[in-house]
């Protein structure tokens, strides 16, 4: 009842909202050319991070290494975000105030999910997180675009024998059988990341994630062993599995997720940090 009741104030707080959003033209001729867009709500592990974080980097930054130019990215992945803070911030009503037919809605929660102790974050993954997450498949289907889920990408989780374990608990099961309900498509990418990590192994996933020696990097100059977010090298890889394994995605370039040997240099960092959120991952 009470996400109810909070839609309802959201849907007279959109009617506020200027018809033009985020960048977009004069309606018209212009608007009619308007590039198809993909939009990203999620967390840190999917957010565009800046000079000043280099070379800490999300999946949805490098999902345009796998798309053709005719298709633009729209990222408000936003760190520390929940399935439910996201939208207490009112970012999913940025995305529905910008988003257009024919555009596509990637939705990707869980590690904040997790945090059940935090009333603005904790969601319970049966009840709570499924009925938030039903707000951005309604809110993409409402403008007449595709949402697509995505699990949360796994984390660096290895026993101290090399075997690698799960982290994510049913957060994923939920998304996977909210999507078999409503017909969404699913990107596993719990499933997907884990076995990249698999075959990986201990060492060569400090590669992509954001493990750090001291002096490697001006932004981390005590070094780092981040077990959650990404290098760039990660970030890349880790967007290759969720464009490889779409259906849905418009224009996937496939020349680009064949080539095994994109360098980390191709991301780009903006010169500031994205409007961040609740502190966290």
């Known amino acids: ?39 990203v709500a999620g967390d840190s592990t999917a957010a565009t991070y800046a000079t000043a974080d280099h070379p800490r980097a999300g999946w949805g930054q490098a999902l345009p290494v796998f798309l053709h130019d005719g298709v633009r990215v729209v990222n408000e992945a936003l760190s520390g975000a929940s399935s439910k803070s996201f939208y207490d911030l009112g970012r999913l009503d940025r995305i529905r105030a910008a988003i ?26 049966w009840t709570t997180f499924q009925e938030h997450l039903r707000l951005y498949l309604d809110g993409a289907r409402a403008a007449r675009a595709t949402p697509i889920l995505v699990t949360p990408v796994e984390r660096r989780r290895f026993t101290a024998d090399g075997t690698p374990y799960l982290s994510h608990g049913d957060y994923p099961a939920a998304m996977t059988a909210l999507a078999t309900e409503t017909g969404t498509e699913l990107i596993d990418l719990t499933r997907l990341s884990f076995d990249l990590w698999s075959r990986l192994g201990p060492e060569a996933t400090k590669d992509h994630l954001l493990w750090l020696e001291p002096g490697e990097s001006v932004n981390y100059p005590d070094g780092v062993q981040d077990n959650t977010h990404f290098q760039a090298h990660g970030a890349i890889e880790v967007a290759r599995l969720v464009v490889a394994n779409s259906r849905g995605i418009p224009g996937r370039d496939r020349r680009a997720l064949c080539d095994t040997d994109i360098p980390d240099d191709v991301l780009t960092w903006p010169p500031t940090r994205p409007a961040e959120g609740i502190e966290g991952v």
């Open 1 to 39: 009842m009470e996400i109810r009741r909070r839609t309802l104030l959201r849907a007279g707080a959109l009617a506020a909202v200027p018809a033009l959003a985020m960048g977009e033209q004069t309606p018209g001729l212009a608007a009619s050319r308007r590039r198809p867009t993909v939009f």
């Open 100 to 125: 257009r037919p024919g555009d596509t809605l990637l939705i990707s929660f869980g590690h904040n999910d997790e945090k059940i102790t935090d009333p603005a974050r904790g969601t319970d993954p």
